[in-house]
Every structure is written in structure tokens, then in C-alpha cells.
């Protein structure tokens, strides 16, 4: 008898201790997704700071609490994907303008309808790069894109042309004054994104447009004779040619090269910006040249922008907030502060660039830039161009490899 | 006299038989008092996670969830508090963690690689057709911008939503869900908001936000199809859904252009006349298509074979050389007359104690053809991550590096629990070193060290890491990616095919996980019942 009384004792305790255990995990529910009255951000950490403070008022105003949190940038649009699947999105989050397609195919995200004294204030170009199928799926509020970066102790004047750019270079690595000619990030797997400019200037293409300027992924143009030349007249700077662009050059080892002076070019973005300042370096930014006769060299323009989660708690809020918020100067400024980017709100750009000559500089760079397509297809170029122009910086031949990179790329988009 | 003392658990009584002594002893049958504690407040703990795992599973209405994890908590309680149930108390804990951590995600693997899941057929059917029908909402050409103001007829939580609008020219109005008409007396600010309207409650930001879930449904009336949504909480417009889904016809018509995309429930989205389909698709179960896609692909076919090769002898070559060098150390250290052998043992094992991540990222650089340490102090010109050979070695030398610590921590410890005295009793015998260590010390620490080695070449055989990080599966032949890569693992080739950098695609690369799993399970079995025969042979 005694033996089945403590067995019983110890049901009847465990079954009170489960009591006050469940009390204290009603506390500990506050969880990453989005809950009524707490507007939940996720942003990368360089910037969460800036955007906590930066939506302070916004936070006053509408007596909510806002919680920003961190999410490497990288892992903002797979975990934002899975989280809304699970049904525990953020209200809002950041995102770069290329992830709009596939955002868009999981309905992860909720359109946006700017009114239009909002929208006019907004470049044109940043609009219809978040925008698809005439939906805006989220409001931008900065730009950014590549351009050349020069030593002027080295080389006082800014290159028109590639080939002016490689001749100074050359000169000052003859004399002994650098070891490399140009520090661009070509990478043992290709670095697409920064080969771009040089791709198109000498008349390659990836994908076309139609006459309304959207991206049509039914002409794909990596196998075109146009890209095939334009390759093959990259190439003769490649390894096997003059061995300016080389493969063990990367993101890495690119901007020690320039901030150590061992080059007087150097291919860069506005994530270099702050280390430039930093270092004792005396540089100059302008546009990364073209082809003598060759077409503009346009980098691609990506925007940074805020995203409203399909579904979240306090969709109204998010919705205020990226519509009067994200697209209001003082916000934008505030956030430049933190993390000095080009501001696409017009008003927030001249403030910007009457104080700072570079970002007015890397801004003029973008002239003759192209928004990189917002197509989901994108996605599926990335690795097997880089590949293929990696080889064929190294020295392979260029038709065998962007035939099969032809190849991939179409039978990953269903061509 | 055995009357004074209790008697000890088990000991035979008067006239009865005996009873096997249970394993727990005292424990098992009363329990002291720090016992009876333990067990309730286990027990208790164990409760507390039962509910913190139905939680969820109730708001989520996942019944069958519930069921599950009341069962396993209701076996629990039955094993601990019966006392019938001795050996199922060792058991059960053993059990529930591996059906949770090994045997559940083998089986959701398994179930995922019957599906088509992938970026765009995620969720359900109503979720796709819900987000088409949203995302086809234009504004009017040329309508009206509305400023906003949300309002309620009478309470501010539970009240219908109105919607009070002012036009450019400062006219009110008054939107709900009936259509809308002209608002009179109602006093309009310089925005445009208005700030006070007879009979209408109007709604703080904070009490707008809490019917969040409501204004996303609302929309106030126009015409045919076409109605007035907020757009934040001071501005409204009017638009009009393109595409809308007809249950009758299983399809979903765009009025603009005409075009009629019906449902196809094999492939999961709606596809028009011409094959072109809406973004927006949903999950289907698509039998062992994933498989076959696998199996049939003649690119693979030929990748597959050389993939596989140089994934066994990247494993075995790691694992080996490992061995012998960890093995090799662990022996020099073993030797009695050496001073500071701690200091020595901590240097080598410093390699196992930084993160691999970054190491394997400090070794990439190293292997740099114009910047990398290896060429510049060896001056050497070996292009080590553009030639299949080098980027092989290369690859090799790098794991060697990070492994063999591991391989001689283990090692050390078996040779500690060797005697001496059984090597030496070989050299009186007449033994040479080399001999003494090949029939007497090895076969013994074989026996440890057998596991272990198995399950080093298993992790190798699944580095995903020391490929991805220092070489992304490289070199690639002018055939591309999909032919495979000169260091491509199986699942750093499989990655690639199922996780291109846009889509990921879940089901594909469920399939070939099971295709790999049941590879690696194969040579384990294998390697496994072959080291049970040599410890018969020690024996």
C-alpha cells in the first residue's frame, strides 16, 4: 500500500508545478513575430540602431512600441519567407529591390499604394525597380551602386575610358609605384555583379527589355554574339592578356589593395566608404569607365527599401509607416546618418549632397546606371555567369563556357 | 537477527520464491525522499514542456499535434509512476529523444521529398489564390486620392468601419460597407483630416491598428469590382481587383487582358492556355517525381559517378591521413621521458578549439594564387583553387589540418588505457618497436578507435562546409555547374542544383538528402558489421 502512495503524491505535485510553469510561459511567449501594439523591424544590425531611433517618433505619435531586430542582411528574405509561412513575420522589414520576385510568388509581402505628393518625391527609377506587374511592393529609401575609386597622389585625373585606365595603371606598375593595376573583385566564382559594367559597355547583355523597359526573361543573351564579343574583348585583359582582372582578386583582398596603396584603381561600392574616410588615402570617386567606342559602362542600381509583411498584426501601422514615414526627408536623413547610403527621397539627396561631395560623386557615378532586374529569373543568373566569366577571365575559351552557362541559366528558368 | 533489520530489496521471504533483484534498487520500488523530489520535479519540468509545446500547436488548431504530444507525455508519466515498467524507465528517455532528433526529421525529409515545395508553392491553395487576387489590385485611371480619416458607428472596438473621406476640393464623405455618399457637417482640417463628424466615433491610430486584420478586407464600394482601400491611416484611393478567382470553374480570370488561367492541382498553380503560369502557386504531393528528375537527368547521370568517387576518396583520404597523423602525435607525446607534454598537447589541439568557419575562410586566403601565403613563402606558382589536383590537395590539407586534433585527443586517451607493460613484456620477447606496436598496440587501439573512425569518414563524407567555404565545389570544367566541380561533394553538388541563389527548392533537395542518407547509411552498416569481426578476433 505505502509503495503506491508516494508515486501518487509525486502525480499530484508535478500536476501543481505544471500550473505555475504554465503562468510563467504566458511571460516568455514574446517571440520574434509581429504582435498587436509592438511594431516589430527587422533589419540588419549596422542599421537596427539608426532605425530604433529614427522611428522613435513615429513610434510617439501613434502610441505604439517599436522593436527592431537583428537579422544578418543576407538571411532577411529566406527567414522573412519561412517566418510568414509559419505564420510569425515581422510587421516590417529591409530588403534590397531584387528580392521583390520571389517576395511577390510566396506572398510574403502586401502591395503598397503610395499617394502621389509621396510618390513624386521619390526617384522614378527606384519606383518602377520595386515595382512588379505595376505593383509596388515596397517603399525605397536609398540607392546604391559601384563605382571607380582612384588614388589621386597616383593618379590625379579620372580615367574617360578603360583603356586610359589601364594604361596609367600599367605605367605606374612599370615605374614600381603599385603592384596591381586595378583592384577589381573577379573572384575564383565570378563576380557578376561587378563585371556587369565592363560586360555591357563593350555591347553584352543578359537579359532584354521590351519597349516599356520591362525585363523580358525570355530573351536571355548570355550565348549572343554581342556577349560573346564583348567577352572575349574583357578577356584580353584577363590572365592570359594584359592580367589586369584575375580571379584571385576578391571581395576579400580588394580593398586592403587600394588602402594599402598597392594600386592606384580600385572597383568599388558604398560599403567602402567609411574605411576610405578612415584611411590616409587621398581619393577621388567618379564613374567606372567605358570601351573607348564602346557603350556606357552602367553598373546596376540597387535600392534598399522597407517592406510590409503580408498578414502582420498591425498591418495599418506598417502600412503608415512606409507610406508617411520611410518616405519623409528627416526619417531618410537620420538614417544616413547612421549609414551613409544615397537617399532616393529628392529633398534628403540635396541636403545630402551639399555636405558631402562623395555621395553627390557616387550618386553622379549612377548616371548611367540600370536598375538590376527585379525578375525572379535574376536570381538563377548569379552563379552560373560568374562562372562562366571567372573561366573565362582565367584564360578559357569564351564561347564553350557561356554556351553550357546559356545552358543552365535557361533550363533553371523553364526555358 | 534478520527480524531487526529491514530487509534488502529483493532478499527471498519466508515460503516465497525470490524475486530478481530490480536495477535502481531501493529507488526502483519506494523512493527516499531526495528521490520522490527528483522524480516529481522532472516530472513536473517535463510537463511544463508538454504544454509549452501544445500551446502553439492549439492556436495553430494542429489536433492531431495535441494528441501526440499528449501521448508522449501520458507514457511518460505512466512509465515513472508505475511500478511495473523498471527497464522502460532506462529506455524511454533514450527513445523520445531519438524519435524526436533523428527518426521525425528522417521521416519529414522523406515526406517533403514526395512534394513539389519549393519558393512559390509553399502554402496552401487558398493562400495562393489570396495573395493573386491582392496583388492584382490597380488604382482607378484618373480616380480620386482620398484623405483619410477611420471612423466607426459607435464603439471604437466592435463598431462597423467607416471610412471619411475628403476629396481634393475639401468635400466630405462618408465610405462604408454599403457604398458611399456625401457627408455633411462634418468638420474637415487643413490636411484634409477630419476631425469631427456627427455620429461616427473616430479611431486613434492605436484603435485603427488594433482592427488591423478588418481594414485589410475592407473596402468600400464603388462599382462593379471596384471599391476604396486605405493605404496607411490618412490616405485612401480607389482600385479595382484585375484578377479574380472563380470556385465554379477552378480558375482564375484577369479581366483586363481576358486571359483565363485554370487550376492545375498536379502542378500546383494556374496555368493559361499557352503554359504560362501565375507566380503564385501552392504545395502538391507529387509522388517520386523528385526522384526521377534525379535519376533521369543525363547531366547528373555522368556527374554523379565522378561526384561520388572523389566524395569517397576525399572521405577516406581525410579520415586516413587524419588517423595517422593524430595517431602519429598522440604516440610522440605518449613517450614517458618527454618534459612538458601538456604545454605540447594544448598547442595541438588549438587547431579544434577555433571555429572551422573562419578557418576554413583563413585557409582560402592562404591558398590565393598572387596574395596567398603558401605561394609567396614557397614561392611557389600553384594556381591551388583553379586546378582540379591543387583545389583536391588543397581541400585535403585543409580538413587534415582541422581534424587530426580531434583523431589524437582520442588516441591519447586510448593509449592511456593501454598497460605499458604489455609492449614491453613484447620486447623482452624479442619484438623490434615497430613490431610491438603493429600486433600488440594496435590491434587494441583499434578497437577504440574503430567507432570513431567511422564516424569521421561518415562527417567527411557530409563536409559540406570545408568545400562550400574554401573552394564552392571548384573548379568547374567549361560544362558548368551542373556537370559538377572538381572538389564537389554530393550534397555541395546537390545544394546547388536545389538551392540556386533565387529558388530553393524543398522537395528536390528533400529527395536527394534521402538519396544521400541512404548511401552514407549503406557504408556504415557495412563498416560497422565489419569492425564487429575484428573485435570477435580480439576477443
Sequence with gaps: ?415 | MAADNPRPAGTPTDGRPARRPLPGGRFAARGSLTGTLVKVALLGLFTALGIWAVLPLYVAGNWWGIALTVAVVALVYWVYLSGRTVPAKYLVPGVVLLMAFQILPVLYTMSTSLTNMSDGHRGTKEQAVRSIEAFSVVRTDGSEEYTLTVATKGDPETGDLVFLLTDEERQAYAGDADGLEELTGATVEDTGKVSEAFGYTLLSPNEVNARSDELQEFAVPTGEGSGIRSSGLSSAFEGSALRVYDADCDCVEDRETGTVYTADDDRGAFYDEDGERLAQGWQVGVGFDNFLRFLVDPTFATAFFGTLVWNIAFAASVTFLVFVLGLAVAMTLHAPRLRGKTAYRILVVLPYAMSSLAMYLLWRDMFNADFGLFNRMLGLEVDWLGDPWAARAAVILANVWLGYPYMFLVATGALQAIPRELSQAARLDGAGPWQAFRYVTLPLLMVAMTPILISTFAFNFNNFNAVWLLTQGGPFTSDGTMAGGATDLLITYTYRLAFSEATAQYGYAAAMSVMIFVIVSVMSVISLRRSKALQEVDR
Design chain 1, 1 to 415: 500500500m505505502r509503495m503506491r502512495s508516494v508515486p501518487a503524491l509525486a502525480g499530484i505535485a508535478a500536476l501543481s508545478l505544471m500550473a505555475t510553469a504554465c503562468g510563467g510561459g504566458d511571460g516568455s511567449d514574446e517571440g520574434d513575430g509581429s504582435q498587436e501594439g509592438t511594431l516589430v523591424i527587422w533589419s540588419d544590425p549596422e542599421r537596427s540602431d539608426a532605425i530604433q531611433a529614427a522611428a522613435e517618433e513615429f513610434a510617439e505619435t501613434n502610441g505604439i512600441e517599436v522593436d527592431v531586430q537583428n537579422v544578418s542582411f543576407d538571411d532577411i528574405q529566406g527567414d522573412v519567407v519561412n517566418a510568414h509561412q509559419a505564420g510569425n513575420a515581422p510587421d516590417l522589414f529591409l530588403g534590397a529591390h531584387d528580392w521583390v520576385g520571389n517576395l511577390m510568388r510566396n506572398g510574403a509581402v502586401q502591395p503598397i499604394e503610395l499617394p502621389s505628393d509621396r510618390a513624386e518625391e521619390l526617384d522614378e527609377t527606384a519606383i518602377e525597380a520595386m515595382s512588379l506587374d505595376g505593383q509596388l511592393l515596397g517603399v525605397p529609401y536609398a540607392q546604391e551602386n559601384i563605382f571607380l575609386m582612384r588614388n589621386t597622389e597616383l593618379a590625379p585625373d579620372a580615367p574617360e575610358t578603360f583603356e586610359e585606365l589601364v594604361e596609367t595603371g600599367t605605367g605606374l606598375k612599370d615605374e614600381g609605384e603599385v603592384g596591381e593595376v586595378l583592384a577589381m573583385a573577379v573572384d575564383q566564382e565570378g563576380d557578376p555583379f561587378r563585371m556587369n559594367p565592363f560586360m555591357r559597355s563593350a555591347g553584352g547583355y543578359l537579359f532584354g527589355q521590351d519597349d516599356n523597359g520591362e525585363w523580358n526573361p525570355d530573351d536571355l543573351g548570355v550565348n549572343s554574339d554581342e556577349t560573346l564579343e564583348a567577352m572575349e574583348q574583357i578577356a584580353e585583359y584577363g590572365e592570359e592578356g594584359e592580367g589586369v582582372l584575375r580571379r584571385s582578386i576578391d571581395v576579400e583582398n580588394d580593398a586592403p589593395l587600394f588602402f594599402d596603396g598597392d594600386t592606384a584603381f580600385f572597383v568599388a561600392g558604398p560599403w567602402n566608404l567609411a574605411d576610405a574616410e578612415a584611411s590616409d588615402i587621398d581619393f577621388e570617386i567618379s564613374a567606372i569607365p567605358g570601351f573607348e567606342d564602346g557603350e556606357p559602362a552602367s553598373p546596376y542600381l540597387g535600392y534598399q527599401s522597407f517592406f510590409v509583411s503580408e498578414g502582420g498584426a498591425n498591418s495599418a501601422l506598417a502600412e503608415e509607416f512606409v507610406v508617411n514615414h520611410v518616405t519623409d526627408p528627416e526619417f531618410v536623413l537620420d538614417l544616413y546618418e547612421a549609414d551613409p547610403r544615397t537617399p532616393v527621397q529628392s529633398e534628403a539627396l540635396e541636403s545630402v549632397s551639399e555636405d558631402d561631395p562623395n555621395i553627390a560623386a557616387v550618386a553622379d557615378a549612377a548616371e548611367n546606371g540600370v536598375a538590376m532586374p527585379n525578375i525572379p529569373e535574376m536570381g538563377e543568373t548569379w552563379e552560373p555567369l560568374g562562372v562562366a566569366q571567372a573561366q573565362i577571365i582565367g584564360g578559357e575559351d569564351a564561347r564553350e563556357a557561356l554556351e553550357s552557362a546559356h545552358e543552365q541559366i535557361a533550363e533553371r528558368i523553364g526555358q
